[in-house]
C-alpha cells in the first residue's frame, strides 16, 4: 500500500516586546535565572494580568502578513494544566476567537509555489524554561527539574497551518519561509537556536486517496531546520513501520532525540477537552477595529516572497534573485542603492552577493559596517563597464574603497590600477617587447599562434597588468601580421 | 436529569489521588453542580448580559514599557528547595 503523510505544523513566536505579556517585567534573554520575575508571571495569588498593546500590533503584524483575516473581536482563554513550568497551572491562551484567522503562506519547493494554508495565529504567553538534571541532561533520564521562570510570561503568538504540508522538504521550506516572514516584520528575534521562534509538527499518515485523517503526532524538540526535517522524515517512516506490521499509531506527544535521531514518547497528549477551556475572567475582551487594523498594515514591510518576485521582474536569474533575498538587510540596501544610482541590476546583485560578502567575511566586518555607498558600487561598476579597470583590478578597487580611501576613481588612481587602454602608450610597449623577443615574433609569422599568449604575458608584466588584454593582443597581431 | 461524570478522569487531570469514598463523594457534588448548570442551559433565548465578560469594557491594555522586577533572594527565600538561583522541582515527567 501507499501511504501518504499528513503534516500540520504549529509555531511558535516570541515576541521581542520590551516588557511581557501581561505584566511589565522585562523581556530579556539570558538573563540570571528567576531576575525578571514578579507575582503575575509567577502565578501568585491575586496578581492581575494587563495585556500588553504592542503585542497585539505584532500579532495582527503577522497575521497580515500571512493574508489572515484580523477578527473584529477577540477573547482570553484560559488553558488549564499542571506542569511545573506553567506556575499558574494554566496558560492564557485563546480558544475559539483567534486574533487572526484563515490565511496562507507561498513557499517555493523544488522550483514550485506550495500554498500552505494557515488555520489561526493566536495571542498567548509563554512558559517558564525547565531544565532536566540528571543523567546526561536527557529528559526521560532526569531526577530533578530546575525553574527559571524569566521566559514565564512572555508573549507568544502560535500560528497553526492547515494539515497542507505532505513531505518533511515542505515541511522544512513552510518553516524556512514563515521565520523569513517573522524575522521581516523585526516581531521577534526569530532564532531557533535560542527557541525564539519553535516549531512543533503534527503528523499522521493514511492511505493514498483517503480523505479521512489517521491518528495524529505531535514531535516537539526540533532546534534547527535540518532536525525538523529529520524528525518529520523519520516519525513518517515510523508510523508506517508500526501500521504495516499490525499496529496502531495512539495519539501521544513524542520528543526528538537529535543525537539518536529518533523520537520517543513523552506523555500521552491531553485532548482539548482535557484543557478545560474558558474565557478569562481576569481580562475584557478585544475590539481590532478597522482603523487599527489599517494602521498595523501601513507598517508592513515588503516580505520575502515579494521581494523575490520584484528581483526575478528585475532580471535577476532565480538562483541570484534567492540568493540576494536572503542576504543581510545592509547589502539587500547596498544593492538596491547602486541600482538607483544607476548600475545594471545583474552586476549590482553579482557584486554585493560575491565580492563585497567575501570581503566582509574575510575581514571579520558586520555587513551593516561597510564603508560602501551605492553610488560608490555604481561607479566601481561603471569604471569596469568603461574599461578603466579590469575586473580583478575591480577587487582592489573595492578593497580601497571599503578601507575608506575615497571613490573608485580615486582608489584606481592612487592604487595604481587604471587600466592602459590609450593605443600610444600600449604600441609603445608592444614595439619594445616584440624589439626584445625576435624569435618570437618570428614564430608568430610562421603560425605558431601559441606564442601569442606569451607576447601578451609579456606586455602585461611590463604594465604590472593595467594594460586592456583585448587591446594588446589587437596590437601585436597587427605589428607582426599574423592577423 | 442526572449528569454523567467520570470522575476518576477529572480527579486525573486535577492530578489529585483519591479514595473510592472520595470519589463517591465528589461525584455526587460535582454532579449537584452540573444539574443546575445543565438546568440553567434548558432556558430559551440568548441571555440579555455577556456572562462571562459583564463589565462591558473592552481593550484595556498597558503599554509596552518594562518595569521593576522582584529581589531574587527575597523570592527564592518562600520555596522549599532551590539551586544557583534556580527553583527546583521534581521530574516533569510522570512515570
Known sequence: MTWEAVIGIEVHVELSTESKMFCSCEVSFGAEPNTKVCPTCLGLPGALPVPNEKALDSIMAIGLALNCKVA?????????????????????????????????LDTTVDGETHRVGIERAHMEEDTGKSTHVGEGGRIHAASSTLLDFNRSGVPLVEIVSRPDIHSAAQARSYAQALRGVVAELGVSDARLEEGSIRFDANIS?????????????????????????????????????????????????????????????????????????????????????????????????????QRLERYRSAGLEDTLAAVLSGADSPLRGLYEDAVESGADARAAANWVTGEVTA??????????????????????????????VSASAAKDVLDGVLLGEGDPAEVAESRDLIQISDSAAIDAVVDEVLQTNPDAVESLRNGEDKVLGFLVGQVMRATRGKADPQLVNATIRERVGSG | MPVEIDIAHVARLARLGLSEQELDHYRRQLGVILEHAARVQELEGEPSVDVTHPLGMVNAFREDLPGDSLDRDELLAQAPETRDGYFVAPPALEG
Not at chain 1, 79 to 99: E, G, H, M, R, T
Not at chain 1, 359 to 387: C, H, K, M, P, V
Request: net charge negative; with cysteine.
Open chain 1, 72 to 104: 473584529p473581536n477577540s477573547v482570553f482563554h484560559r488553558k488549564n494544566y499542571f506542569y511545573a513550568d506553567l506556575p499558574k497551572n494554566y496558560q492564557i491562551s485563546q480558544f475559539d476567537v483567534p486574533v487572526c484567522l484563515d490565511g496562507y
Open chain 1, 359 to 388: 570581503w566582509a567575511r574575510r575581514n571579520e566586518t558586520e555587513t551593516q559596517d561597510l564603508a560602501i555607498s551605492g553610488s560608490q558600487l555604481a561607479g566601481l561598476l561603471a569604471l569596469i563597464d568603461d574599461g578603466k
Open chain 1, 205 to 305: 499518515i493514511r492511505p493514498e486517496g483517503d480523505d479521512e485523517l489517521g491518528t495524529k503526532v505531535e514531535v516537539k524538540n526540533m532546534n534547527s531546520f535540518r532536525s525538523l526535517e529529520q524528525a518529520v522524515d523519520y516519525e513518517i517512516k515510523r508510523q508506517i513501520d508500526l501500521v504495516e506490521s499490525g499496529g496502531t499509531v495512539i495519539q501521544e506527544t513524542r520528543h526528538w532525540d537529535e543525537e539518536a535521531g529518533v523520537t520517543h514518547s513523552m506523555r500521552t497528549k491531553e485532548g482539548s477537552s482535557d484543557y478545560r477551556y474558558f474565557a478569562e475572567p481576569d481580562l475584557v475582551p478585544m475590539e481590532m477595529g478597522r482603523e487599527w487594523v489599517d494602521r498595523i498594515a501601513a507598517t508592513l514591510p515588503e516580505l520575502p516572497e
